[in-house]
């Protein structure tokens, strides 16, 4: 692979923007010297920003493809649309199905990897259930949620080759606690959510190895002075917190107060998207749900259940520096290295650094998308 160099960006190494001449090679990066004589293929960055491709976590879709439906073909239609809105990689996350489907979104992931592809890398998956409470089901079908189940889990895991990554389970749910510590010995990072967990079980299960909360706030019990709940536990605790900042999920005040509680290193800003993302208004469908989309919000027909999201990550970086009094430089973190490290991929992915991805977004001025690399091949 021939080297391609960005030069005349503003680069963001370690939380700040230094003048750099970036050298892609053979997908990864190596920092120069803002002076460095270059020739071949070159990138003028023109002193926009240049910046760590931004990684999504928590998503189900966009462009008409739902994720429990998805072929790989259809995984690879999803990765070329976040791709042009900065996400150069994903986790896709499967919602709460049956075995059988599981095993076929599984068995997709699997098929997607096998070829070489063009679109933001598939990382692995998440599994947002089955091992959630009925109670904050929100779009979960309730007749396939079920007890914490490590044989299950493990049946997964190796059907994935070690592709799940992530995992969502509610802590008062029958052996969800138990499951934690089998999901970390099968390399699976586990969140709480879905819950309405009192704080001392909330509690117990940040003790016995959860390390995220997710969508915070949304289908989760809430505070209370007398009652903390699983809300009060991941504020005072040091796990990450997932965050959708369509300004539906959340008020900007209580984005501030997540980001000043927690602050920038433990928040993640994620899209929870379905396959309405970058799509008219309009029916369509979470797993086995029908939602129908109306100013962009999508919500169950049957309940008027708010089901995801129709926000890229592009939309959620200007809408975080609008409701907040943060930096660009304080805010990408949550889109990068955050994330990153909660799922354990920093050692590639997240930052600009000698030897990492060369998963690159450019921003202008407005913070709006003007190039995305992908491992060092330009997108657009």
């Known amino acids: 692979m021939n080297t391609r160099y960005i030069v005349n960006g503003q680069v963001y190494i370690d939380h700040s923007f230094q003048k750099k001449t970036v050298a892609m090679e053979e997908g990864k990066l190596r920092l120069l010297p803002p002076d460095t004589p270059v020739s071949g293929e070159v990138y003028d960055a023109m002193g926009k920003r240049v910046v760590p491709g931004f990684i999504d976590i928590h998503t189900h879709g966009a462009v008409g493809v739902d994720v429990n439906g998805a072929s790989a073909n259809d995984l690879e239609k999803i990765g070329k649309f976040f791709a042009g809105n900065g996400t150069t990689s994903w986790l896709a996350s499967v919602l709460t199905d049956t075995e059988e489907q599981t095993r076929w979104c599984i068995g997709q992931y699997k098929a997607w990897r096998e070829e070489e592809r063009n679109g933001a890398e598939l990382l692995g998956i998440h599994l947002e259930g089955p091992f959630l409470a009925p109670a904050y089901k929100g779009a979960m079908p309730e007749h396939l949620l079920r007890k914490g189940d490590a044989a299950l889990l493990r049946t997964y895991q190796e059907l994935a080759e070690g592709g799940i990554r992530y995992l969502t389970i509610s802590p008062e749910v029958e052996g969800t606690i138990d499951l934690i510590a089998a999901a970390g010995e099968l ?112 919500k ?20 975080l520096l609008a409701f907040t009094d943060k930096s660009l430089e304080e805010i990408l973190p949550l889109l990068t290295e955050n994330p990153a490290k909660l799922i354990g991929v920093f050692d590639r992915k997240g930052s600009i650094a000698d030897g990492k991805d060369a998963d690159l977004t450019i921003l202008d001025e407005n913070c709006q998308v003007e190039q995305v690399f992908l491992k060092g091949r330009a997108v657009r």
């Open 300 to 319: 169950l027909a049957s309940d008027g259940t708010r089901a995801g999201s129709t926000l890229t990550q592009n939309t959620a970086l200007k809408n």
């Open 187 to 298: 390399g699976i990072v586990t969140a709480i959510g879905h819950s309405g967990a009192d704080y001392d079980a909330a509690m117990s299960a940040i003790a016995a190895g959860a390390r995220a909360a997710t969508h915070t706030f949304n289908a989760m019990q809430l505070l209370h002075q007398h009652r903390p709940a699983i809300l009060g536990a991941v504020l005072e605790s040091d796990v990450y917190c997932e965050a959708i900042c369509d300004g539906r999920h959340l008020h900007p005040a209580i984005v501030r107060l997540l980001l000043k509680v927690k602050g920038p290193d433990r928040v993640v800003a994620i899209t929870d998207s379905i396959m309405a993302a970058g799509l008219p208004d309009g029916k369509y469908h979470l797993g086995v749900n029908e939602v129908v989309v109306e100013d962009g919000d999508a």
